[in-house]
């Protein structure tokens, strides 16, 4: 199916769903799944992806001293049976990225109050090194941070704004903040990027999506990107210059039941069929935020 199509029939719907085990925000497949590992994009995205780090719940952690271990289910226990990715561990409920050595900027609806800043560990670049990888579930000490305090926090108009920026308990080394465009004009057409844990998979890549059209308000836009839940809070970017220019916030329902076989299936968006398109809250909408400082 051509995504583009797709796209161009389901332009100008707006609206959200929050149906998602992972965070409030849901969304869903459009056309073909076009979602990645990480380790098979290209380099400059598989660095932008050492920047983002996965929110854990303290629960789902066990700290071993030099090294912590996630817990979490297979993706199968979650989906029907012949999912993709049906083998690997869901943890994360949501993604944020490195703007600051020890600022991380997520979405609102993720960070809720201090209670969510102390419950929550962020772990960095949760992802398969390779096809082959056993052990991605097993983090260093130098990749798990704890929330210190919200500096900023800004929910408005159901995600039209929706972001909460981040103290971390140390300045993270050996990572590089992501270059925000928060100068840059969002215009309808431009190719966009997105990485995330998706689902709370380990980190996927995603590549095959347009800025579709800017919210009336002017402080969100719409794509067909392919994203779920688990990836609120992760950096859209202009794929062209390689700046973040979203936070990704809502979308359509991920999943619906599958009553014949008793389990929930992902929602793949038709031609045709009225699916709420994946919103992104502008970046533009942090330019004038204090906790940030000078940028």
């Given at each position: 199916?051509?995504?583009i199509?797709?796209?161009?029939?389901?332009?100008?719907?707006?609206?959200?769903a929050?149906?998602?085990?992972?965070?409030?925000a849901s969304?869903?497949i459009?056309?073909?799944?076009?979602?990645?590992?990480?380790?098979s994009?290209a380099?400059?995205?598989?660095e932008?992806?050492r920047?983002?780090a996965?929110?854990?719940?303290?629960?789902?952690?066990?700290?071993?001293?030099?090294?912590w271990e996630l817990?979490?289910?297979?993706?199968?226990?979650?989906e029907?049976?012949?999912n993709?990715?049906a083998d690997?561990?869901t943890?994360p409920?949501c993604?944020?990225?490195?703007?600051?050595?020890?600022?991380?900027?997520t979405?609102?609806h993720?960070?809720?109050s201090?209670?969510d800043?102390d419950s929550?560990?962020?772990?960095?670049e949760?992802?398969?090194?390779?096809?082959?990888?056993?052990?991605y579930?097993k983090?260093?000490?130098?990749?798990?941070?704890?929330?210190?305090?919200?500096?900023?926090r800004?929910?408005?108009n159901?995600?039209?704004?929706?972001?909460?920026?981040l103290q971390?308990?140390r300045?993270?080394?050996?990572?590089k903040?992501?270059?925000?465009?928060l100068?840059?004009q969002?215009v309808?057409g431009?190719?966009?990027?997105?990485?995330?844990?998706?689902?709370?998979?380990?980190l996927?890549?995603?590549d095959?999506a347009?800025?579709?059209n800017?919210?009336?308000?002017?402080?969100?836009?719409?794509?067909?990107?392919?994203t779920?839940?688990?990836?609120?809070?992760?950096?859209?970017f202009n794929?062209?210059?390689?700046?973040v220019?979203?936070?990704?916030s809502?979308?359509?329902?991920d999943?619906?039941?599958?009553g014949?076989?008793?389990?929930?299936?992902l929602?793949v968006?038709?031609?045709?069929e009225?699916?709420?398109?994946s919103?992104?809250?502008?970046?533009?909408?942090?330019k004038?935020?204090?906790a940030l400082?000078?940028?």
């Open positions: 199916m051509n995504k199509i797709a796209a161009a029939v389901l332009l100008g719907l707006t609206g959200a929050r149906a998602s085990d992972f965070g409030d969304r869903a459009f056309g073909k799944d076009d979602r990645q590992e990480l380790f994009a380099e400059r995205w598989r932008a992806g920047s983002l996965g929110k854990v719940s303290l629960d789902h952690m066990t700290d071993h001293g030099s090294y817990h979490g289910e297979p993706l199968s226990a979650k029907c049976p012949g993709r990715f690997e561990i943890v409920s993604t944020g990225f490195l703007v600051r050595p020890d600022l991380l900027v979405a609102a993720c960070v809720k201090q209670d800043c929550f560990n962020w772990v960095f949760y992802a398969l090194a390779d096809s082959g990888d056993k052990n579930t983090a260093g000490a130098e990749r798990v941070y704890k929330c210190k305090k919200i500096a900023a800004n929910y408005q159901f995600g039209d704004i929706d972001y909460a920026i971390l308990d300045p993270v080394e050996g990572r903040p992501l270059r925000l465009g100068n840059a969002a309808p431009i190719d966009l990027v997105n990485i995330g844990n998706s689902n709370g998979l380990p996927k890549f995603k095959s347009k800025l579709l800017i919210k009336p308000s002017g402080q969100a836009f719409d794509s067909e990107m392919d779920f839940g688990g990836d609120s809070g992760s950096p859209v794929a062209g210059t390689g700046e220019i979203g936070i990704t809502s979308g359509h329902a999943h619906y039941h599958d014949t076989n008793s389990c929930r299936q929602k968006c038709k031609p045709g009225k699916c709420n398109l919103v992104a809250s502008g970046i533009w909408n942090l004038n935020e204090p400082g000078a940028y």
